[in-house]
């Protein structure tokens, strides 16, 4: 119990001196100052504190009390205090403490991240906002502040350029379009940077207008690339983020000699179709590069998986998907072990009406099973109907729905089991 009433005796002072700190109590934390327990190094915590809640007389009491107070306990409670929008305070730290250098630039990275346009203003006059590879300007324009851009831009001692273009490839990321157009007013931003990173990055966070803005630049659509270089990677991005208008100005592009690795082996429609977004998957299939037949169907596949019911019906309108469809007897098909898997199939072995079904009925997707039900009925023959052998095909066993000449026998249609949902 006594060492529990020590413990509770010594925190008691540093408690008071915290609330004095933040109410701005000059009287109580005059009080807590005058207790020998509170060293420079508690000062400094408190200096810290007082700032920033922006009282300015708990930071006269402080600095008067302690002159001792660590610089760099003085250099945080100056960036703090910028970062809090208490010009008062600054202005105070400014006249009375010498601020480092390395504390006046933090506190200028703090005032533009926050938009404190009057803080940036006032730092100016003590801070060169080159430093660093102009870390304020970049800090700016990730946060998208473009007040304060245009601020700093107007100083001239700042390099837009600065850090591999790392303003203009930041404000893209995050999708600050009224940032990205002060950027490309300058001649010394290259927007293609790094391998066109700002479009990439655009992309990838689905910022369409930032991506379309970025493509009507000339040095972002005439960099050269590869099969499976920048251009393939933003179809492939757009195609998944459901960017249509970026997706169709990435299109019209001049291509490289063998083609895009996207469409080529049609990754972007498995994303788009994963995605549900049907409007790319009708833009994607007026390629002739893409196919949607490739690997067994598997578009169609992880659109049923997803029960993405308009990408399903989009698909099973293309005559490619539906080649050879009805050739795969029912037998080869099974069930997947988990919803997440694509259904196990034969080597060389298309996926399959019946595939469909199963897979769809696995993943109780009722509305998916009545559209593939309906795109087979309307293709299968009538009842009893024979269909004709295929070139050089052998006999098949019976028992798999083929007779021994190679013709098909077709049952009647029935009504599929739907799973309550």
Request: hydrophobic share 45%; aromatic share 4%.
């Amino acid at each position: 119990m006594a060492a529990a009433a020590t413990v509770g005796s010594a925190r008691a002072p540093h408690a008071k001196l915290w609330a004095a700190c933040r109410g701005g109590d000059v009287e109580a934390l005059a009080a807590c100052l005058a207790d020998p327990a509170i060293d420079p190094i508690v000062a400094g915590r408190a200096l810290r504190t007082t700032a920033q809640y922006g009282q300015l007389s708990g930071v006269e009491r402080l600095l008067a009390a302690f002159p001792a107070i660590p610089k760099d306990a003085v250099d945080q409670a100056f960036a703090v205090s910028c970062g809090c929008n208490h010009e008062h305070v600054v202005s105070y730290l400014l006249a009375h403490r010498e601020v480092g250098a390395e504390g006046r630039k933090a506190a200028l990275e703090e005032a533009c991240a926050a938009g404190h346009l009057n803080i940036v203003r006032l730092l100016l006059g003590y801070t060169d906002p080159s430093c660093s590879e102009s870390a304020a300007f970049c800090t700016a324009a990730l946060h998208g502040r473009a007040d304060v851009l245009a601020l700093l831009l107007a100083d001239g001692r700042a390099q837009a350029d600065a850090d591999h273009n790392r303003a203009v490839i930041g404000c893209a990321n995050r999708g600050h379009l009224s940032v990205l157009e002060l950027l490309l007013r300058c001649e010394d931003v290259d927007a293609a940077a790094r391998g066109n990173s700002a479009l990439i990055l655009a992309l990838r966070g689905g910022h369409e207008a930032v991506a379309v803005r970025l493509l009507a630049e000339t040095r972002v659509r005439g960099l050269p690339c590869e099969r499976g270089g920048w251009l393939s990677d933003a179809v492939d991005l757009a195609s998944s983020e459901g960017c249509a208008a970026a997706l169709d100005t990435l299109l019209r592009l001049p291509r490289p000699s063998g083609g895009l690795k996207c469409l080529n082996d049609s990754s972007s429609l498995w994303h788009a179709a994963t995605e549900g977004h049907a409007s790319i998957v009708r833009r994607l299939l007026d390629e002739p590069a893409c196919d949607p037949d490739a690997q067994q169907n598997r578009a169609l596949r992880l659109a049923v998986a997803r029960g993405r019911c308009h990408v399903v019906h989009t698909l099973l309108r293309d005559p490619r998907v539906w080649r050879c469809v009805d050739d795969v007897p029912p037998s080869f098909a099974s069930v997947p072990r988990f919803p997440w898997q694509d259904p196990p199939l034969a080597p060389s072995v298309r996926a399959s009406a019946p595939v469909l079904l199963k897979q769809a009925a696995w993943e109780r997707r009722a509305h998916v099973v009545m559209a593939v039900w309906r795109r087979r009925a309307r293709a299968a023959p009538q009842p009893h109907q024979r269909v004709p052998a295929r070139a050089g095909a052998s006999p098949i066993d019976p028992r798999l729905g083929w007779n021994a000449a190679g013709s098909r026998i077709v049952a009647p249609i029935e009504t599929p089991v739907i799973f309550d949902i």
